[in-house]
């Protein structure tokens, strides 16, 4: 199990120690989606993923069977274009090593999970990747399952695992801790984020719009 902090600064996500698994986001995982509304996983998913490369974390794509599932829905495919997703026959994402040896590539310990389905595909890897040391933190709104239920029950069962969850939105926060840091992301980067959150992320565009906006002076004779 992790030995990390469960409290205090060190318990907080950074870029630098982050790694992201998106798993599954895939046409026919969407058609069985029924714990929330699909375009809004999809909309939050794609936000986390333009979060993670403006932030530089390193992000995995899975997939599964694509040839029957289909392939990576294409708003995510679009975030990272010259990646291949893995694609996996092995319903435990953690069980296929390819995905293992690539989140230990990275040499990071903070492992990001968000994905379809919450109750067999986030929570399988999610348990079994806490068991091996790894502080693990599950995306409970760009990730859904089959019913309310399964979904809520996959939450509660990896709480129980030591799991933590959060939503996209936090994540995102955690990462740049500072709204005055301007060394984390560009301002490109963050916009192209921030349109997926929603009337906050309305709201904070439009901040940023008027903060780059000249205020024009008096005028007259």
Not at 16 to 39: C, G, K, M, R
Not at 94 to 118: H, M, N, P, S, Y
Request: net charge negative; aromatic share 4%.
């Amino acid at each position: 199990m992790s030995t990390s902090p469960k409290t205090g600064l060190e318990a907080l996500l950074t870029p630098e120690e982050s790694v992201l698994v998106l798993i599954d986001h895939q046409p026919y995982q969407f058609a069985n989606l029924h714990s929330h509304e699909p375009t809004m996983i999809a909309n939050n998913v794609v936000g986390l993923a333009k979060a993670a490369k403006g932030y530089g974390v390193p992000t995995i794509l899975i997939t599964v069977v694509e040839e029957r599932g289909g392939n990576l829905i294409q708003p995510l495919h679009d975030v990272f274009p010259d990646q291949k997703p893995i694609n996996r026959t092995a319903i435990n994402t953690w069980e296929d090593q390819r995905v293992v040896d690539a989140v230990k590539a990275t040499g990071r310990k903070k492992l990001i999970i968000a994905g379809l389905w919450t109750e067999i595909c986030v929570a399988m890897p999610a348990i079994h990747a806490a068991g091996e040391g790894f502080e693990v933190h599950a995306v409970t709104d760009a990730s859904g399952g089959t019913s309310a239920e399964a979904h809520d029950m996959a939450v509660r069962r990896m709480i129980q695992a030591g799991v933590v969850p959060i939503t996209w939105l936090a994540v995102v926060g955690e990462w740049q801790r500072d709204w005055a840091r301007t060394d984390r992301i560009s301002p490109e980067d963050q916009l192209a984020s921030l349109g997926h959150a929603g009337a906050t992320g309305i709201v904070t565009l439009w901040e940023l719009q008027l903060l780059n906006t000249p205020v024009a002076g008096p005028t007259g004779a």
